[in-house]
Antibody
């Protein structure tokens, strides 16, 4: 069974840092691309970062230079290091598995989400 | 900045049929954008429904179908059930500097 479990969310002051973890089971994070998608309160979904199987990464302009995505294949875990946090980073952060198959691209499994609140 | 547009809200009666659409500011949506559709109920994580235009996930009921319609990606719900009331998001793949872009979501009401 595929499972994604996020942890590390919480309340942080503006300018502070947090590291989110996404522990995966039922598959290998090295065989899939992994994404972090966030949802601000009452808003829609926004893809903030992707770690591709070959090691390439993507960051949304809004987080570039402040967030870093990484993976530890020995722990089968993906991380999102978030620095210089701003109020507008307040959101639920979802870890999402991506699949590249002969039929195309799919974001199929989602974690339950980790709430990050940036406030003084 | 690429924008993906969905209807903000739609209403459908139980047992009815409704089509949600997903448009791109760059022009017509084709299969190479690998349209994905997600359902989200209040307080829950999104759940994947459709990928690459018209492929159901293993858990997606047959009443959900995806297609391309008039230059847009489309999600059609046939024989709508009360439990289908939710927010629906589409996702398009553009590659390059802004690979994945979500639509703003459609709030589907079943009454």
């Amino acid at each position: 069974e595929v499972l994604l479990v996020e942890s590390g969310g919480g309340l942080v002051q503006p300018g502070g840092s947090l590291r989110l973890s996404c522990a995966a089971s039922g598959f290998s994070v090295s065989s899939n691309f992994m994404s972090w998608v966030r949802q601000a309160p009452g808003k829609g979904l926004d893809c903030v970062s992707v770690f591709y199987t070959g090691g390439a990464t993507y960051y949304a302009d809004s987080v570039k230079g402040r967030f870093t995505i990484s993976r530890d294949t020995s722990k089968n875990t993906v991380y999102l290091q978030m620095n210089s946090l701003r109020a507008e980073d307040t959101a639920v952060y979802f870890c999402v598995r991506g699949v590249d198959t002969v039929l195309g691209l799919s974001l199929d499994y989602w974690g339950q989400g980790a709430l990050v609140t940036v406030s003084s | 900045q690429t924008v993906v547009t969905q209807e903000p809200s739609l209403t459908v009666s139980p047992g009815g049929t409704v089509t949600l659409t997903c448009a791109s500011s760059t022009g017509a949506v084709t299969g190479s954008y690998y349209p994905n559709w997600f359902q989200q109920k209040p307080g829950q994580a999104p759940r994947a429904l459709i990928y690459s235009t018209n492929n159901r996930q293993a858990w997606t009921p047959a009443r959900f179908s995806g297609s391309l319609l008039g230059g847009k990606a489309a999600l059609t719900l046939s024989g709508v059930q009360p439990e289908d009331e939710a927010d629906y998001y589409c996702l398009l793949y553009f590659g390059g500097a802004q690979p994945w872009v979500f639509g703003g979501g459609t709030k589907l009401t079943v009454i």
